[in-house]
Structure formats: structure tokens, C-alpha cells
């Protein structure tokens, strides 16, 4: 069986607005972004039309604006697109396509109630897959590009590289002023809850193994 002090730390449950402390960080606010090659506050990035962060290797995150900017995504060599916003984030697939970009994209509003949730492992198994690539670079986009590309990206993190809800979002920080909503940062909450969960009862059921094989 797992030490009391490991099955606390996998066991004790965390909520959304626990969550809320990971975001007390903050970055630069004037800093490089993508292809620019100088410093860039908010009000600079908003008259360009550009607002995005490399906020994990490989995994851009940015506004509606700068993801229909395609000539700038060629520069940067974006190989996928993840649009987390279709119907504030109005875009044309086979533009994407006809470019050799990757376009995948579902609709879902930014407010707390919204169940992004139900995107999580597909939208993770999408970035998993576009980071497999030797050249892969995701452009994962939402309207201003801090809640809903944030809570994605933040799900893949947990998902495929082990990260907590709160490291996830911490690391994020460091690059960009990522915020889901409350509601949002509760499904993170839970999804958190849910593998600590499950990777207990992994640990936990090898370390009987190993232990009725002594």
C-alpha cells in the first residue's frame, strides 16, 4: 500500500476555485511574441492584430484575430490549428487547407456553464498527434485567447504530460495571461481530481503486484 503522505497528496481533492491561485503570476507585459522579433505590449499587440504566446514547446496560444491571419501563421510554420471559439471565431477550414494546414475547430461559449469538458481528450489526442510531427506547431485559438484555448491546452498538459490542474496553469503564466472562467477552472479541477484518481489506483495496484511477487 502507498505511504499515508502519497495517498494524501493523490487523494485530496482540489476545486475550481483553488485553481484561481495558479493565476496570481503574472508575465511580462511587454514581451516577444511569435515572429515578431521585439517586445510587445497589450495595446501594441491589439493594433497589429496580433495577440499570441508560445506558452508550451510546440503549443501557440492566441486570439481569433491572429489565427485568421494566415500568412502570419505561415511564417511562424504552424502545421495544426485548434479553433476553441466557431462561432465567435468565424473561419473558412479550407483556407487552412488549401495552405497544408490542419484545421479542427467546435463550438463552445465562454461563460462558466459551458461543458468544454466534453473536448478535453479529443482536443489532446488532436495536439498529441500534431506534436508527434518532427516540425509539428499548434496555433490553438479562442476570441482573445486567454479561457477557452487556455482550458484546453491546460487539459492536454494534465492529460498527456502529466502536469496538475495548477502546474499546468502555472506554467502557462510564465508566457501569457491565461484566465479560464471559474467554470471552466472547476472541469479543470475535476479532471485533475479524476487522474489523480485513476494514477493511484495504478500505483497502487503495482505496488501489490511487486509486493506479492517478493
Not at 22 to 49: C, I, T
Not at 114 to 122: D, K, L, V, Y
Request: net charge positive; hydrophobic share 35%; with cysteine.
Amino acid at each position: 500500500m502507498a505511504y499515508h503522505g502519497e495517498r494524501d497528496r493523490l487523494e485530496n481533492r482540489i476545486t475550481g476555485r483553488n485553481l484561481q491561485t495558479a493565476l496570481w503570476s503574472e508575465p511580462p507585459s511587454a514581451r516577444m511574441m511569435p515572429g515578431v522579433p521585439r517586445k510587445m505590449d497589450h495595446s501594441q499587440r491589439q493594433r497589429a492584430k496580433r495577440d499570441c504566446d508560445e506558452v508550451f514547446p510546440g503549443i501557440i496560444c492566441g486570439s481569433g484575430d491572429s489565427v485568421k491571419n494566415i500568412g502570419y501563421l505561415l511564417d511562424l510554420g504552424v502545421t495544426h490549428v485548434l479553433n476553441c471559439a466557431e462561432q465567435d471565431v468565424r473561419i473558412d477550414p479550407s483556407k487552412f487547407s488549401k495552405s497544408g494546414i490542419c484545421y479542427k475547430g467546435f463550438l463552445c461559449k465562454d461563460m462558466p456553464h459551458a461543458n468544454i469538458s466534453q473536448f478535453f481528450e479529443e482536443c489532446a489526442d488532436y495536439i498529441e498527434r500534431a506534436l508527434s510531427m518532427s516540425c509539428g506547431l499548434v496555433f490553438v485559438n479562442c476570441f482573445m485567447g486567454y479561457s477557452r484555448c487556455s482550458a484546453i491546452i491546460a487539459a492536454y498538459l494534465m492529460i498527456k504530460k502529466r502536469y496538475s490542474a495548477t502546474g499546468a496553469l502555472q506554467y502557462m503564466r510564465n508566457s501569457r495571461e491565461v484566465q479560464p472562467n471559474l467554470g471552466f477552472l472547476q472541469q479543470l479541477a475535476t479532471l485533475d481530481n479524476q487522474l489523480r484518481k485513476d494514477r493511484y489506483r495504478v500505483y497502487n495496484h503495482i505496488e501489490r503486484d511487486i509486493t506479492y511477487s517478493i
